[in-house]
């Protein structure tokens, strides 16, 4: 399996951007499709973004569409999360994670990073 670790998680204003970056290690990256979750504090996993193997086709959940782009480096192993116009509503815990295609359901996936903590102040 792959292995992920999340970063680039913080504290930032209404308005604001970041950028989050999941790292792996362990097999071949570009054998696997990647995406990105979030869970806030009493609510349920939430897709975010999918990227292909190749990262010629990504998928975006509506309620970020327009505002967070996905995209991967496989030279660098790294899938990547720019996050612009951020809302206090984006406030999560976000986690990338692996499956062998791209998909929204967090069922498809079947390794997960341990997430790293966005909080958006108003």
């Known amino acids: 399996q792959v292995q992920l670790v999340e970063s680039g998680g913080g504290l930032v204003q209404a308005g604001g951007s970041l950028r989050l970056s999941c790292a792996a290690s362990g097999r071949i990256f570009n054998n696997y499709a990647m995406g990105w979750f979030r869970q806030a504090p009493g609510k349920e996993r939430e897709f975010v973004a999918a990227?292909?193997?190749?990262?010629?086709?990504?998928y975006t959940a509506d309620s970020v569409k327009g505002r967070f782009t996905i995209s991967r480096d496989n030279a660098k192993n790294t899938v990547y999360l720019q996050m612009n116009s951020l809302k206090p509503e984006d406030t999560a815990v976000y986690i990338c994670?692996?499956?062998?295609?791209?998909?929204?359901?967090?069922?498809?996936?079947?390794?997960w990073g341990q997430g790293t903590q966005v909080t958006v102040s108003s």
């Open positions: 990227v292909s193997r190749s990262g010629s086709s990504t």
């Open positions: 994670a692996a499956a062998l295609s791209p998909s929204n359901r967090g069922s498809d996936y079947d390794t």
